[in-house]
């Protein structure tokens, strides 16, 4: 092997080693060590005196890894499947109505820090929304009367569903992250008390025994 072909193939043995060298670097910086927003399974649903409808529903997230999220912007949408036109979704942006968490979150640190997205359906924003002519006279009058649970909304049109997005920085590199959650339908609620300690929910016959 003469001298020429050597320095070739030093170049291009490092050109790999180097691309190789920065995948991993990627990788590990944003998707292995970056942050990562898990969602519960299921929509809880909680029965209170409180609420005109006697029930409150909650879904619950964490950040799963090691790393900050910052800037973390919280939407909640429901999707009305064929409501105007057959073949097309209908979407519409929920309120959060949790008077201890707003829609940012400015510093959201990793670990056992799980926060909870409410909905109370007979809130004046919900209200508001439900009201309009595009809905079915019954969901109006129960929207005026403070008297919606989220079961009749998901009834509206066959599939109608709630996703939850997060948008947020992750602290180190400044890199966007978008996290979504799965689709809840109307099977996905079920009636409990609270979360466990993880993000699973305790069935309420469960808490009878």
């Keep these: 092997m003469d001298i ?8 291009v043995t490092g050109l790999i080693s180097g691309f190789v060298a920065s995948f991993l670097t990627w990788a590990l910086l944003f998707h292995v060590l970056s942050p990562k927003i898990d969602f519960s399974e299921k929509i809880l649903k909680n029965e209170t005196k409180i609420a005109g409808s006697g029930f409150i529903y909650r879904v619950k997230f964490q950040n799963s890894r090691k790393r ?4 973390a912007h919280l939407k909640a949408s429901i999707v009305f499947p064929d409501l105007f036109i057959k073949g097309t ?29 409410f909905f109370k359906l007979e809130d004046d924003k919900f209200t508001k929304i439900f009201c309009k002519d595009v809905f079915p006279e019954h969901i109006k009058m129960m929207a005026m009367r403070k008297k919606l649970i989220l079961e009749d909304l998901f009834r509206i049109t066959n599939g109608s569903h709630i996703r939850i997005s997060i948008h947020c920085f ?40």
């Design 4 to 11: 020429y072909t050597s320095i070739v193939i030093s170049i």
């Design 89 to 117: 979704d209908n979407l519409f942006n929920l309120p959060l109505s949790s008077p201890f968490m707003s829609e940012i979150i400015s510093c959201y640190k990793p670990g056992r820090n799980r926060k909870t997205i």
């Design 170 to 209: 992750d602290s180190i590199s400044g890199a966007s992250k978008l996290f979504r959650s799965k689709n809840y339908y109307i099977n996905d609620i079920i009636l409990g008390e609270d979360f466990n300690n993880s993000l699973e929910i305790i069935p309420k016959n469960n808490l009878e025994k």
């Design 68 to 71: 900050t999220a910052i800037n």
